[in-house]
């Protein structure tokens, strides 16, 4: 059974830093491409980054330069971690792998750890 | 970057009715579109990949159809689990996007 455990989040001031970890059983990051999503309180989904099973990355305009992915290979865990957050940084963030097939659908997500950056 | 217009942003339906939700998208993003389910307080669901593949589990009320920049969720016979929300993606290329969702609600 494939499981992500998403961890690490918490309330935190503007201008902070914090590291979020995904956890993964059932598949091995090394070969698979695994992204980060969020949702603002009552919004909509936003992708916000890629990290490939070479390990190149990609990453949203609004996080770009802030929040870094990145991952361990021997941990099976992926990580973001989250730079000058700003207010709009609040959401709950999810963990999800990007399937190597048709649609590249993302089939697998985590329970999500919310993140609240407020003073 | 691939904008996804998705509609109508809510829907009143009843049991056992049949219902239709449609997502565009800003160019042509080939069949590179996928549909979720989401309920309060949970993670996103994959119903519905490459535009018109049901992922494994997933009713058979659930189908998905379009391709190029025009698609479509429909749910036949409504049940009352199918009352969520609704995202439609675009995979074919990063950023990627998401629709801004479809409330599905019960009339």
């Known amino acids: 059974e494939v499981q992500l455990v998403e961890s690490g989040g918490g309330l935190i001031q503007p201008g902070g830093s914090l590291r979020l970890s995904c956890v993964v059983s059932?598949?091995?990051?090394?070969?698979?491409?695994m992204n980060w999503v969020r949702q603002a309180p009552g919004k909509g989904l936003e992708w916000v980054s890629i990290?490939?099973?070479?390990?190149?990355?990609r990453y949203a305009d609004s996080v770009k330069g802030r929040l870094i992915i990145s991952k361990d290979n021997s941990k099976n865990t992926v990580y973001l971690e989250m730079n000058s957050l700003k207010v709009e940084d609040t959401a709950v963030y999810y963990c999800?792998?990007?399937?190597?097939?048709?649609?590249?659908?993302?089939?697998?997500w985590g329970q999500g750890t919310r993140v609240t950056v407020s003073s | 970057d691939i904008p996804l217009t998705q509609s109508p942003s809510s829907l009143s339906a009843s049991v056992g009715d049949r219902v239709t939700i449609t997502c565009r998208a800003s160019?042509?993003?080939?069949?590179?579109l996928n549909w979720y389910q989401q309920k309060p307080g949970k993670a996103p669901k994959l119903l519905i990949y490459?535009?018109?593949n049901l992922q494994s589990g997933v009713p058979s009320r659930f189908s998905g159809s379009g391709s190029g920049t025009d698609f479509t969720l429909t749910i036949t016979s409504l049940q009352p689990e199918d009352f969520a929300t609704y995202f439609c993606?675009?995979?074919?290329?990063?950023?990627?996007?998401f629709g801004q969702g479809t409330k599905l609600e019960i009339k």
């Open positions: 059932g598949l091995t990051v090394s070969d698979n491409y």
């Open positions: 999800a792998r990007e399937a190597d097939s048709s649609g590249y659908p993302f089939d697998h």
């Open positions: 990290i490939y099973s070479g390990g190149s990355t």
């Open positions: 490459a535009a018109s």
């Open positions: 160019q042509t993003i080939s069949n590179y």
């Open positions: 993606q675009q995979s074919f290329g990063t950023p990627y996007s």
